[in-house]
């Protein structure tokens, strides 16, 4: 029993070590288990993650086969593109050639035609040269035309409108003119009340013709003072219509008038005659005609142009047609500055109104006069010239003018002495015995411009607004009837020393 006994705890002490054993292998094989499971945990995190990423892979891949799909076509369509522009290029760079070949034929045909223009420039500047000489020959033939012809010459102005008092030219014009050959710088038609009136004189100038346009078709006219003639050169036009600016202009090179004009004329072509024996000597005088009353403009020392003691200035003719106006100064002038000197003193005594057409408006009738006399020692003749200016008062009717009182007085004084102008004129043109030039101081000065024996040229300004369309119609009728105006042709004043020695002398004053 014992040994059974012992045997018993041998195996039982077996066993419990084989347990003993299996329970560390159990506890391994647990341990294992444990590490699989969180071997297991991982993969399977891991492989979440993967299946994520697979899904967002899946998801892009897709993406990117849509883009490359888009890529693909655009692929496509550029690839056309370029066949396209491939062709294109095949012909640009055919056309290319084609030009390059066109270019060196233009290059050689804008060579020759650069000689032609150069050769045409040449023969511009040749026909232009011939034009204007052609151009002085038609001046001087068509003056010697007018000369023989006798007539009063008639120059028409048109006046620009003016920014501050008239429309501005927004109102339809009133004033055109023909562009018939015949007819081109020397027609004019006016429409008037729905009529178109349509005239013709020797000379328009519309309103763009400058100062110098105007004056260098009358200088051969200012230049036949100084041969001996007489010459009167006047302005007739309603208030404002530019009579003062014609005749006068303002200041500045530009702007300078016909009295200022002539006068540089007269004083650089008497100084260029020097050369061939001339010797001129210049008086100058001033007047002008108020209310039918005489006024020296030159009066010296005297506040007033007017005679002391009431005395009236009296106009006289001679025999040989001078005419002198008793008592009037005349001064010596020996340059243009002198006759500047003078105008200025002139202006100052004028006599300026107002009428509710110009503010500004001369009421008077200024006459400017240069007696000329020349003498040459060489060949012993003489010439008496005369230049007479005259700047004549507004010819609007008293309707228009608005004048009362004394304004009414002088209205009607301008009125009496234009009236007798046209009475005069139509006497005239009419060939009558009896011409009333008595009738009005204005007239009777003008006797010897008027009746004969000198060059007379008249201006008929006007203005080209619509209002004043029924006063520029009058002056144009009258300017009208002065062209038609036969005065005679006219007579230059000159003699040889030695008939001047038989006490046949000018007269020097
Ligand atoms: N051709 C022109 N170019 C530019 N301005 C002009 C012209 N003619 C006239 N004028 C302007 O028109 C206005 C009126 O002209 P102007 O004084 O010469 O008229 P007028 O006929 O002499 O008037 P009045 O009878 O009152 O003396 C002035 O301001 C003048 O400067």
């Not at 003016?162 to 027609?187: F, H, K, M």
């Not at 142009?305 to 001078?322: A, C, F, L, R, V």
């Not at 010819?395 to 009496?416: C, D, P, V, Y």
């Not at 119609?473 to 008939?499: D, H, M, P, Y």
Request: charged share 25%; proline share 2%; net charge neutral.
């Amino acid at each position: 029993f014992q040994s059974s006994q012992k045997e018993a705890i041998r195996v039982k002490e077996e066993l419990r070590k084989e347990v003993e054993c299996l329970r560390a292998d159990l506890q391994q094989v647990r341990e294992d288990r444990d590490q699989s499971v969180a071997q297991l945990n991982t993969l399977t995190a891991e492989l979440a993650t993967y299946s994520e990423q697979a899904r967002k892979s899946s998801k892009d891949s897709e993406l990117l086969r849509i883009k490359a799909a888009a890529f693909e076509e655009t692929c496509s369509s550029q690839q056309e593109q370029i066949e396209t522009l491939q062709k294109q290029l095949a012909v640009a760079t055919e056309k290319l050639k084609h030009a390059d070949v066109t270019a060196i034929e233009a290059m050689t045909g804008y060579e020759s035609q650069k000689e032609t223009i150069k050769d045409l420039e040449e023969r511009l500047a040749y026909a232009e040269f011939q034009i204007i000489e052609a151009d002085k020959l038609r001046k001087k033939l068509h003056n010697t035309i007018l000369e023989l012809k006798g007539n009063i010459r008639v120059f028409c102005r048109v006046r620009p409108f003016l920014s501050d008092t008239d429309s501005n030219g927004q109102e339809e014009a009133i004033i055109s003119y023909p562009s018939s050959v015949e007819n081109a710088g020397r027609g004019i038609d006016l429409m008037n009340q729905g009529q178109k009136c349509s005239f013709s004189y020797d000379k328009v100038f519309d309103h763009s013709a400058s100062q110098d346009d105007v004056f260098v078709e009358m200088s051969q006219l200012v230049q036949s003072a100084l041969d001996g003639y007489k010459v009167c050169i006047f302005a007739y036009g309603q208030t404002g219509s530019g009579k003062t600016y014609t005749m006068m202009g303002k200041p500045g090179r530009d702007q300078k008038g016909i009295i200022p004009r002539s006068l540089e004329q007269i004083f650089k072509t008497s100084q260029s005659l020097e050369s061939q024996g001339w010797k001129y000597c210049m008086q100058a005088s001033m007047l002008e005609i108020y209310n039918e009353t005489i006024r020296d403009l030159l009066a010296p020392g005297r506040s007033s142009s007017e005679m002391p003691g009431g005395k009236q200035y009296t106009i006289k003719h001679d025999s040989q047609g001078n005419t002198t106006v008793s008592d009037l100064t005349t001064t010596n002038v020996f340059s243009t500055a002198d006759v500047t000197s003078l105008l200025e003193k002139a202006s100052h005594s004028r006599s300026v109104g107002k009428t509710q057409m110009n503010e500004q408006s001369s009421r008077s009738h200024f006459v400017f006069t240069l007696k000329i006399f020349g003498s040459n020692e060489s060949t012993g003749q003489q010439v008496q010239g005369v230049l007479n200016l005259i700047d004549l008062a507004g010819s609007e009717r008293l309707t228009k003018s608005g004048a009362t009182g004394e304004r009414l007085k002088e209205t009607q004084a301008i009125n009496k002495s234009l009236s007798a102008l046209s009475d005069v004129i139509f006497a005239i043109a009419k060939n009558d015995d009896h011409v009333p030039f008595r009738n009005s101081k204005l007239t009777y000065l003008l006797q010897p411009c008027l009746g004969g024996d000198s060059k007379t040229l008249m201006f008929v300004n006007v203005s080209p607004e619509a209002s004043s369309a029924g006063e520029t119609l009058c002056s144009l009728r009258f300017a009208s009837r002065v062209n038609a105006c036969e005065i005679g042709v006219a007579r230059r004043q000159t003699q040889s020393k030695s008939s001047s020695d038989n006490s046949n002398r000018l007269s020097y004053g």
